[in-house]
């Protein structure tokens, strides 16, 4: 079935890995903003159930089962929001993960496996969801593209020994938050001559499964929080590509 809306003015924006921790944040974010806002995920029932959850709270929103690691299930997302939409203003490239918090074995740090599933998702996950919505984000009168990276990612503060980051070696998920960044640089050049901005931001130590549920004491920023920077990012209709920032502003690669 297809939902009739009005294609007129309302932006419209896609979150994926929405159903719990930042994604479903800043959906609400982006919802409580007056954005209407599709729900990713790769679990139907979960989509719904965060979907119902936002929509108690007023927020103009629709469930989309998107599984970010499976081209079939991203080229029917895509088939979906078009029939539905007709364009996607803002994409936001928040699904990820960090196999290494909980599996990590230190005397073996090139765990091929891990590897491979953290960039699957981390990074050709991206890759692909942007690929395939990119001619609805170019339909837009101002597409976005938000990617969430980390300053885990950043070559510089890893080489940089006053840096805080320094001392953190997850090596799965640092090479993929940095090559999701060197996609950050090389998608929006690629799009220089269209309308569609493609950023990398960092959110900060959230408080969510991946921040460390054994470790909230460290993790000091609430989703919602850092929900706030990704939003920060994805809102404005000008603004620049190319960039990564974090909460203080611009972070070096
Ligand atoms: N938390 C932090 O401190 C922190 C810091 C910097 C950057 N980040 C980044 O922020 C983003 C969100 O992280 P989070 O802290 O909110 O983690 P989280 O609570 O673990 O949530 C991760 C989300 O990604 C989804 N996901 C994983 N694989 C997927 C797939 N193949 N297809 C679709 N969805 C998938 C999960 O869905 P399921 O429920 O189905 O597993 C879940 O919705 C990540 O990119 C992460 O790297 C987090």
Known sequence: MTITHDRSTKTIALVTGANRGLGLATAQLLGEAGTTVLLGARNAAKAEIAAARLRDRGIDCWPLTLDVESELSI????ERVRLDHGRLDILINNAGILPEATTADAAQPLDLDLFRRTFDTNVFGVAAVSQAFLPLLTDSEAGRIVNVSSRMGSLADQLDPSSPYAGMVVPAYQTSKAALNGLTIALSKSLSGTS??????????????????????????????????VVDMALPTEGPTGTFVDLDGV???
């Open 251 to 253: 972070v070096p690669w």
């Open 75 to 78: 080229a029917a997302a895509a």
């Open 196 to 229: 569609v901005r493609v950023n990398s931001v960092c959110p900060g130590w959230v408080q969510t499964d991946l921040g460390g549920p054994d470790n909230r004491a460290a993790a000091p920023m609430k989703a919602d929080e850092a929900a706030r920077t």
